[in-house]
């Protein structure tokens, strides 16, 4: 996994990056209760906002981490947002994507690292 400063984390599977925010990110939102999907197939640049989430402190938008092709959403999210703090790094991701310029990971945070940044 890798992790950015804006909280979220990216784990490559089957070519495709999974995107999410991190427990410490879930923890500091509190309560979600409305999670806010992109269309699949919405061609995103870095730090477009993607995701809206609401929590029962905030609302925050997600940022899209690189450039890049939605590919899938989680759906379950939009029915059971709370998923997003029972298992914000497993099976609460936010989506799926290609990504097309892969030195855009570069700067991102191993989990030692991003350890460290959240300290």
Avoid: C
């Avoid at 979600?32 to 730090?47: A, H, N, Q």
């Avoid at 991701?93 to 945070?109: E, L, Y």
């Amino acid at each position: 996994m890798k992790f950015t400063e804006e909280h979220e984390w990216l784990r490559e599977e089957d070519g495709e990056m999974v995107v999410g925010i991190t427990i410490h990110a879930a923890e500091q939102l509190g309560d979600v209760v409305f999670v806010e999907l992109p269309d699949e197939g919405t061609t995103v640049s870095k730090d477009d906002e993607v995701v809206v989430i609401e929590s029962v402190k905030a609302a925050s938008d997600i940022l899209a981490p690189v450039d890049g092709e939605i590919t899938e959403v989680n759906e379950a999210l939009t029915d059971n947002p709370g998923m997003v703090n029972e298992d914000p790094q497993g099976e609460a991701w936010f989506f799926r994507m290609k990504i097309t310029d892969a030195s855009q990971m570069d700067g991102f945070m191993d989990e030692a690292a991003y350890r460290k940044f959240i300290e």
